[in-house]
T-cell receptor
C-alpha cells in the first residue's frame, strides 16, 4: 500500500515550458487536492476534486489546470511555467466521509528559472 | 470556514507536555477543529480533530473550550521528533469536500 505517490520529487524548468506533476493514490479515495507551499508559508489550495470527472478551483488556481479521469490519478498541469510558480507542491487524498483525515504525498519541489 | 490564530513559535523541553493554543473566535456551530503537523517540509500529517468534546488519540489530546472559541493541542510527552510546524484548521461540518485552508501554523521546537 503506497498511499499518495507524487512524481517527480524534483524538477527544474525554464520559463514558458510546460509540465505535468503526477499524483496517484491506491486507497480508492474520492477526494484529491493539490496545494502549493512557498518558503515560510502555510499550504495554499490550488485545485481539488470530489470524484472522477469533477474538479473545482481552490485559493490560487491561476496558471494551473487539472483533470480527474480516474479515481486514482489527479495530475496538475502547468501550461506555461512562470518563476512565480517556483514552490513545493503537495497532493492529498481522503475518503468521502465527513472528517476523514487527509493523506499527503511527499511533495514535488519545482524551480522555474 | 472560520479563521484561526496561532502563535508563530513555541519551545518545549523534551519529555514535558507541549501545549499549543489556537484561537478561532468566529467558529460556527457546525465547524470542527483539526490539527495537522508538518515535519521538516514533508507532507502534512493528520493529528486529531474535534467538535466540542475533548478528544484523545495515540498522538495527542485536543481540548476545546466550552464556548468553542479556542482550543489547545497537547502532546503529553514531547520528543525531539515532535519538532514541526503545527497547523490548527477549522472546517465546516457540512462540507463534503476534502479541502483544507492552512494558516501560518506554530513552529514547535522541542529541546533536549
Amino acid at each position: 500500500n503506497a498511499g499518495v505517490t507524487q512524481t517527480p520529487k524534483f524538477q527544474v524548468l525554464k520559463t514558458g515550458q510546460s509540465m505535468t506533476l503526477q499524483c496517484a493514490q491506491d486507497m480508492n479515495h474520492e477526494y484529491m487536492s493539490w496545494y502549493r507551499q512557498d518558503p515560510g508559508m502555510g499550504l495554499r489550495l490550488i485545485h481539488y476534486s470530489v470524484g472522477a470527472g469533477i474538479t473545482d478551483q481552490g485559493e490560487v488556481p491561476n496558471g494551473y489546470n487539472v483533470s480527474r479521469s480516474t479515481t486514482e490519478d489527479f495530475p496538475l498541469r502547468l501550461l506555461s511555467a512562470a518563476p512565480s510558480q517556483t514552490s513545493v507542491y503537495f497532493c492529498a487524498s481522503s475518503t468521502s466521509g465527513f472528517h476523514q483525515p487527509q493523506h499527503f504525498g511527499d511533495g514535488t519541489r519545482l524551480s522555474i528559472l | 470556514d472560520a479563521k484561526t490564530t496561532q502563535p508563530t513559535s513555541m519551545d518545549c523541553a523534551e519529555g514535558r507536555a507541549a501545549n499549543l493554543p489556537c484561537n478561532h473566535s468566529t467558529i460556527s456551530g457546525n465547524e470542527y477543529v483539526y490539527w495537522y503537523r508538518q515535519i521538516h517540509s514533508q507532507g502534512p500529517q493528520y493529528i486529531i480533530h474535534g467538535l466540542k468534546n475533548n478528544e484523545t488519540n495515540e498522538m495527542a489530546s485536543l481540548i476545546i473550550t466550552e464556548d468553542r472559541k479556542s482550543s489547545t493541542l497537547i502532546l503529553p510527552h514531547a520528543t525531539l521528533r515532535d519538532t514541526a510546524v503545527y497547523y490548527c484548521i477549522v472546517r465546516g461540518g457540512s462540507s463534503n469536500t476534502g479541502k483544507l485552508i492552512f494558516g501560518q501554523g506554530t513552529t514547535l521546537q522541542v529541546k533536549p
